[in-house]
């Protein structure tokens, strides 16, 4: 008898033998012991124990034995919504989160969904799920905590304008679009890429056909906060972006034989100007794909570094019902390079979340200006363009401070902060100024210069306007507005769109 296999990320079956590896064998030995020990706890241990508990005692204990959270057993219900996750169907409040200080952010809302019922909004912080603060935990752990069986109940509190108020939510299966777009100015295509399944190329060749018709002159890829899904969609939509023949992912087994993926030149290549947002969600085959295009040169990566997962599962179905979900091979980027557990740096980085989309617009139009324009009343345009933050200048001692990392990553310059906040370096292209804090001191184009009191003021680091100048940058000032400039040809530091 033969189990069918159902690679993960890849649309072809593999076969296994199925049972045990023969009768004699160590593993065979084992499992005697194994249901022995199962025998006992069921007939004579004092809790009663009944079968079904110590078979999912025996399953959980596995896989825990093998260290790999991918690695998983799905009950019946548990893989159908599985299966269906990979099509844009979850169990779920219909809710998009993107990391934000100190409490997620509502970035979407899907319509007719209990969230979208509930009146939860863009914008919106996540405070607490089920009376736990979110404060603290990484956007994929306030994810899970939302997540659940259809059915099941789930209380939120939410923040909005300094106001919080609790919603109680029943959780249901919520069809969110594989892919969605719109355009955007300047004849910019923008496309969100919620998960890798076998209609997102398709879709996505649809939408490309309309933006075509409509003049598109650069597009935006987001992949943010996708979880991945098939390898084999990845590497047909890297089809519209690279030639035929060209790899985009490698995947090696236990016994370290590889299967190469390349581009079959089904899909028409999108001779166009790239950007692909990414951050610490985007996972699997969202991996592969950025990968490949950062790879050929053929997009400029913007927003956080990815989650990391550099391993494909594959889904076997259990003669017991159920199926059990195996990672069996590592994969690869075109040129060998392994983003387990490191995950892709994006070319750009900007870690604010409310910046990325414009960031990615502003690598596709490098000829423009850039600019930062506060107004003390309240509120923030970058570029002409108002943008949802909570962010605004100071004024101290005679001083105006702006939000350091906002600002500059607005600009286009890439902000580290180095460990125990000795030294934060500002840099794009050959600029760069240095900042220690505990020193008072701005190292730029070989020159110290000391520097006032740097300012925290509700999670941010604020920097004093003087050295900004050491950066190329003009600062505008009058009684109601800071405007912040960066021309192009001032600094020459703009990071080039990158083609084929």
């Known amino acids: 008898m033969r189990t069918r296999l159902v690679f993960l990320l890849a649309v072809f079956l593999l076969f296994l033998p199925a049972g045990p590896a023969g009768a004699e064998g160590e593993l065979y030995r084992e499992e005697k012991a194994v249901a022995e020990v199962m025998d006992y706890l069921y007939r004579y241990h004092i809790a009663r124990p009944d079968a079904r508990q110590l078979m999912q005692g025996a399953i959980d204990g596995l896989l825990n034995s093998v260290g790999d959270p991918y690695t998983e057993y799905f009950s019946a219900g548990e893989l159908e919504d599985f299966a269906r996750s990979l099509e844009g169907s979850f169990a779920g409040v219909g809710l998009e ?13 899907f319509p007719g969904s209990p969230a979208f019922r509930a009146g939860i909004r863009e914008g919106d912080l996540i405070v607490r799920v089920d009376g736990e603060e979110t404060s603290g935990l990484d956007l994929a752990r306030v994810a899970e905590k939302i997540r659940g069986p259809a059915g ?12 919080d108020f609790d919603v109680e939510l029943t ?61 084999q969609a990845a590497v047909d939509l890297a089809g519209y972006f690279l030639p035929p023949g060209q790899v985009v992912a490698i995947t090696v087994d236990r016994n370290g034989r590889e299967e190469v993926y390349s581009t079959a030149g089904e899909n028409p290549d999108l001779d166009l100007p790239l950007a692909v947002l990414v951050d610490g969600m985007s996972a699997s085959a969202a991996e592969v794909l950025a990968g490949a295009l950062q790879e050929y040169h053929r997009a400029v990566l913007v927003g956080g570094r990815t989650y990391g997962k550099g391993v494909a599962q594959a889904i076997v179905p259990l003669e017991a019902g159920g ?22 740096e994006p ?9 990325q989309l414009v960031a990615a617009c502003q690598e596709l ?9 506060f107004n003390f009343a309240g509120g923030v345009m970058v570029d002409g363009e108002r943008v949802d933050a ?32 000795k030294q934060i370096s500002i840099r794009t292209g050959s600029r760069e100024l240095i900042l220690e804090p505990g020193s008072k001191t701005v190292f730029a184009g070989g020159k110290n210069l000391k520097l006032k009191n740097l300012t925290w003021r509700e999670g941010n680091i604020y920097l004093p306007v003087s050295p900004l100048s050491l950066l190329g940058i003009k600062v505008q000032h009058d009684a109601g507005q800071l405007k912040l ?16």
């Not at 075109?334 to 892709?344: A, E, F, N, Q, V």
């Not at 070319?347 to 910046?355: A, K």
């Not at 400039?485 to 084929?500: K, R, Y």
């Open 97 to 109: 989160l993107e990391a934000c200080f100190p409490y997620p952010r509502v970035s979407g809302v």
């Open 347 to 355: 070319d750009r980085q900007v870690s604010v979340p409310s910046l």
């Open 390 to 421: 909570v962010v605004y200048p100071l004024v101290a001692d005679g001083e105006i401070y702006i939000p350091l990392r906002f600002t500059l990553e607005a600009l286009g310059f890439n902000v580290q902060w180095h460990p125990d906040l």
């Open 171 to 231: 959780r249901e299966v919520v069809s969110s679009p594989v892919v969605e777009g719109r355009m955007l100015a300047g004849n910019i295509g923008y496309v969100k890429v919620h998960v890798f399944g076998s209609r997102t190329a398709g879709e996505f060749g649809a939408l490309m056909r309309e933006f075509q018709s409509r003049g598109i002159g650069g597009l935006i890829l987001d992949l943010r906060g996708d979880p991945g899904g098939y390898l």
């Open 485 to 500: 400039e960066l021309l192009p040809d001032e600094a020459g530091i703009m990071i080039p769109v990158l083609n084929h």
């Open 152 to 163: 099941s109940r789930l209380w939120l509190t939410v923040r909005r304008g300094g106001s």
């Open 365 to 373: 139009q490098p000829h423009l200006p850039r600019s930062v324009t």
């Open 323 to 344: 199926a059990l979900k195996i990672t069996i091979a590592r994969f690869l980027t075109p040129s060998g390079r392994s983003i387990d557990g490191r995950g892709i």
